[in-house]
């Protein structure tokens, strides 16, 4: 990244409105944003894409929890043609503007407006489901506590065999390592991003991986991570990995 495009990025962060994603402007604010972010953002797409542990034409059914305007929906139905996706999120503009983007996928997916904030977001879902993603939503919360029982409603939301893949912000464990981002995306050919941030992170990584445990799933994983952005998965029970002995 070079010197001009991250003062962009600065001036672009001095000038945005107050993050609140049950104010409709800013939702639309944000939308309009992501366009400038499409190849940092769909590296991170393409990387949850992959570990889903599915044949491209195999049917099943994945819930993606916090969905927004279904940006990762859409890579992820182009891929997995059997795959039916149930969006859930608490933003009315969000789900609209899904619905525009995924229109070509229209009787493959279904839309759930419903705040996190309370365990009642599950009411009017239809589970089992084999996989649930979520991106950059969860951390929202921002109270440990109750992204600690989000974590276990998604676990019973699964079915025995299925796979949580949650990419999210995480804390990093000292103050002084927040600082490493801007830093390292000096160098080019590293291939860090500076865009990749952290506002708000409500814990690490270990603290993470120990609430997907605590929320019932056999096992978690970070499978990826760059300063304060980590890919984490929880594994229900056993999972088939197609090809897998
Ligand atoms: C940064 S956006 C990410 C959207 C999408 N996952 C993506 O990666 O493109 C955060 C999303 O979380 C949703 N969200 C935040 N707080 C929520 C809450 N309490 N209940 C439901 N959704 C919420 C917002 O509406 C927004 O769509």
């Not at 065999?161 to 999210?168: E, M, T």
Request: hydrophobic residues 40%.
């Amino acid at each position: 990244m070079t010197e001009a495009t991250r003062d962009q990025i600065m001036a672009q962060r001095a000038q945005r409105p107050r993050e609140n994603w049950f104010d409709e402007e800013y939702v639309s604010y944000w939308i309009d944003e992501q366009d400038q972010r499409a190849n940092e953002r769909m590296r991170q797409f393409v990387r949850i894409r992959a570990l889903v542990p599915k044949d491209p034409r195999q049917e099943f059914r994945y819930i993606n929890v916090g969905a927004g305007a279904g940006h990762l929906d859409e890579v992820l139905l182009e891929h997995f043609q059997g795959a039916h996706a149930t969006l859930q999120d608490g933003a009315r503009g969000m789900l609209e503007a899904a619905r525009q983007r995924l229109r070509r996928f229209e009787s493959r997916v279904d839309y759930v407006q419903a705040d996190l904030a309370t365990p009642d977001w599950t009411e009017a879902l239809t589970g089992p489901f084999d996989v649930a993603v979520s991106s950059i939503a969860i951390h929202n919360l921002r109270q440990p506590s109750r992204i600690r029982q989000i974590y276990s409603e998604i676990h019973d939301l699964l079915d025995a065999g299925g796979l949580f893949l949650n990419l999210d912000y995480v804390r990093v464990t000292r103050p002084g390592f927040s600082a490493f981002a801007p830093w390292a995306a000096k160098d080019a050919d590293a291939g860090f991003s500076y865009a990749r941030g952290g506002g708000g992170s409500p814990g690490t990584v270990e603290e993470q991986l120990g609430w997907l445990r605590e929320a019932g799933f056999a096992g978690a994983e970070c499978f990826w991570k760059e300063f304060q952005v980590a890919l984490l998965a929880g594994m229900r029970e056993a999972l088939l990995v197609p090809g897998a002995e």
